[in-house]
């Protein structure tokens, strides 16, 4: 099959080897022998081609292939030196090639590389120092748990992830990657080496380490936009962070007590806290003034006080006074709602692709959904019953109103819900 441009064997679970006759398909610009990526990357990957033992070398031969997608091929030991011969390979996937390692010294002449996805590789114990290659701009290194080395870099990359992996100490040589503009890393104890890096790092992971505090120098990061604090147990407070932060995402941090007093001061995309039960109400007011795109999750009982207008159940009502201004309107309002699971339930269901609504005056409205975070692809997973704020503009058309919210998730349902209007109005309930 000489014309042959794309060969798609995702999910052949079962497939230990390709013919060396492969090497023949020589216009093959497309391989997938990848998987379908599971919801949370702590699951096994369940559709790749997990018995592939090896590739033969004849697929040196596919000068014109420009993706090799490998993802999920979790019994693959090592890669053929002839790989080195697929001269217009752009991206390379081994995503979750669990049993790979090292790459082969040729992998240097890739010269139009752009993309090596190495994430998951989790015995891969280092890199070629060639790999270098002066087109390559995204390497992924995430939790490639054993790689303690810095890799040499090409001077054009643009993103870089080393969350999960042994490295601790950036190198002073990261300030020559002028093109850098995502620097993905774990948080370390040894931060304070890596200080001249501070201005490139834009998204720091915590997980399951037993820090009690984190340094105040995260505060000094100004382009950090993500902060992912997962399982670290003896946490008890969080420092001041910088203005540049878009996206908080912690959880299972059950020590957590305190928040920085600047805290609600930062405006955020989202912001959670899920499962962090011995939040005081201290920070909890912080979190409830905190401003938020999207959403802010976070342990709770009731609707606290700061909101208005409060009910029992999915609805809430509100009539509007003294508003010097003709209808309609558009005005803006802060939501909470408190979130219960079946007492009954050992597990609760996961929010994942969850979508909130709403109803005013019996038109629908649609909030949006939880998105599973990008790094870890896992969706939130609260325990308990957790209040959920949500801020939105909406165009009144009456003095009247009454909002019914909804959530579509089985095992989960609205026990309260709460109003404020964000402009300064005569209300009257």
Known sequence: MTNLENLDLSGCLNLVGLPSSIGNVTNLKKLFLSVALPYSMTAKYLYGCSSLLELPSSIGNMTNLENLDLKGCSSLVELPYSIGNI???????????????????????????????????????????????????????????????????????????????????????????????????????????????????????????????????????????????????????????????????????????????????????????????????????????????????FPGETVPAYFSYRATGSSVSMKLNGLDARFPTSLRFKACLLLVTNPDDDEPAAWYRSDISYCINGKLRDVGVFPAYTHIWDPLRPRSEHLVVIEFEETVTSPELVFEFRFKKENWEFKECGLRPLESLALSC
């Open 87 to 297: 001269t217009n390979l752009e991206t390379l996937d081994l995503d979750g090639c669990s049993s790979l390692v090292e790459l082969p010294s040729s992998i240097g002449n890739l010269h139009n590389l752009k993309q090596l996805n190495l994430k998951n590789c989790s015995t891969l114990m280092a890199l070629p120092v060639n790999i270098n290659m002066k087109s390559l701009v995204k390497l992924d290194l995430s939790f490639c748990s054993v790689l303690k080395s810095f890799p040499e870099i090409s001077t054009n990359i643009s993103f870089l992830g080393i969350i999960g992996t042994a490295i601790e100490e950036i190198p002073t040589s990261i300030r020559s990657r002028s093109r850098l503009d995502t620097l993905d890393m774990s948080y370390s104890e040894n931060l304070r080496k890596s200080h001249h890096a501070f201005d490139l790092i834009t998204n720091l992971h915590l997980s399951d380490t037993g820090i009690q505090e984190i340094s105040p120098l995260v505060k000094e990061m100004s382009r950090l936009q993500t902060l992912v604090i997962n399982g670290c147990m003896d946490l008890v407070s969080l420092p001041q962070l910088p203005d540049s932060l878009e996206f908080m995402h912690v959880e299972n941090c059950k020590s957590l007590e305190r928040l920085d007093c600047s805290f609600y001061r930062t405006k955020l995309s989202d912001l959670r806290f899920v499962n962090c039960l011995k939040l005081n109400q201290e920070p909890v007011d912080l979190i409830v003034k905190t401003s938020t795109e999207k959403y802010a999750v």
